[in-house]
T-cell receptor, first 112, second 116 residues
Framework: QKEVEQDPGPLSVPEGAIVSLNCTYSNSAFQYFMWYRQYSRKGPELLMYTYSSGNKEDGRFTAQVDKSSKYISLFIRDSQPSDSATYLCAMNRNSGNTPLVFGKGTRLSVIA | KAGVTQTPRYLIKTRGQQVTLSCSPISGHRSVSWYQQTPGQGLQFLFEYFSETQRNKGNFPGRFSGRQFSNSRSEMNVSTLELGDSALYLC???????????????FGNGTRLTVT
C-alpha cells in the first residue's frame, strides 16, 4: 500500500462548478499537509498548506484535513478554465527535515 | 527574485550513458531537493542537500547521485542510464529544507530526460 493515494482522474467539470479533490494516507505520523498545482510543462507550485486537522480557506480554495480518517481534501469554488492543471497532495512528518511524500496527482480540466 | 532554474530543459540520452543535471536555487535558499516524476510513480524523492551535505536520501539505486556546491547550486548525476530513467527531474529549494508555511518548497520547471 502506498503511503499516499490520490485518484489520478482525469476530472472534467464545467466552468463555475465546485471541485473536490482528495487524498488518503496511511502514515499516522504525517502532520503537515500541502496541495500543489502543476501546470503543463511547469514545476509544482504551492497552493495551500495546513498543519494537523482542520480547515483553511484562501479565496476560492479550501483545504480540509481529517486526521481521524487519514483523509485530506481540496475544494475549488467557482472553478475557472485557468484552474485546469494537475493537483498534487503532499505531506510529511513532524520530526526533523523529512522529505515530502506526494500523491500521484489528479488532472483537472475546467471547461468554459 | 529569480526562481529555481534547471538546465537543460530537455535531454535525450542513450541507454548506458551518463547524464548530469543542474539546479540553481533561489538566492538565499540553502536546501535543494531532487524529485523524479513519472506518470506511473508520480513524484518520488531522490535526495536533499543542505549546506553541501546530503541530509536525506530516497530509495533509488546508487547510479543516482548528487552534490551541492558552496553557492548552494546543485547537480545530480545518473550513470549507466536505463530506459526506466526517462522522467521529469525536478529540483526544489527552500530556505531551511523543512517544507512548512514559512519555508515551502519552490520547484523549478524540471529537466525532461528521455533515454532511448
Amino acid at each position: 500500500q502506498k503511503e499516499v493515494e490520490q485518484d489520478p482522474g482525469p476530472l472534467s467539470v464545467p466552468e463555475g462548478a465546485i471541485v473536490s479533490l482528495n487524498c488518503t494516507y496511511s502514515n499516522s505520523a504525517f502532520q503537515y499537509f500541502m496541495w500543489y498545482r502543476q501546470y503543463s510543462r511547469k514545476g509544482p507550485e504551492l497552493l495551500m498548506y495546513t498543519y494537523s486537522s482542520g480547515n483553511k480557506e484562501d479565496g476560492r480554495f479550501t483545504a480540509q484535513v481529517d486526521k481521524s480518517s487519514k483523509y485530506i481534501s481540496l475544494f475549488i469554488r467557482d472553478s475557472q478554465p485557468s484552474d485546469s492543471a494537475t493537483y498534487l497532495c503532499a505531506m510529511n512528518r513532524n520530526s526533523g527535515n523529512t522529505p515530502l511524500v506526494f500523491g500521484k496527482g489528479t488532472r483537472l480540466s475546467v471547461i468554459a | 527574485k529569480a526562481g529555481v532554474t534547471q538546465t537543460p530543459r530537455y535531454l535525450i540520452k542513450t541507454r548506458g550513458q551518463q547524464v548530469t543535471l543542474s539546479c540553481s536555487p533561489i538566492s538565499g535558499h540553502r536546501s535543494v531537493s531532487w524529485y523524479q516524476q513519472t506518470p506511473g510513480q508520480g513524484l518520488q524523492f531522490l535526495f536533499e542537500y543542505f549546506s553541501e551535505t546530503q541530509r536525506n536520501k530516497g530509495n533509488f539505486p546508487g547510479r543516482f547521485s548528487g552534490r551541492q556546491f558552496s553557492n548552494s547550486r546543485s547537480e545530480m548525476n545518473v550513470s549507466t542510464l536505463e530506459l526506466g530513467d526517462s522522467a521529469l527531474y525536478l529540483c526544489a529549494s527552500s530556505p531551511e529544507g523543512r517544507s512548512s508555511y514559512n519555508s515551502p518548497l519552490h520547484f523549478g520547471n524540471g529537466t525532461r530526460l528521455t533515454v532511448t
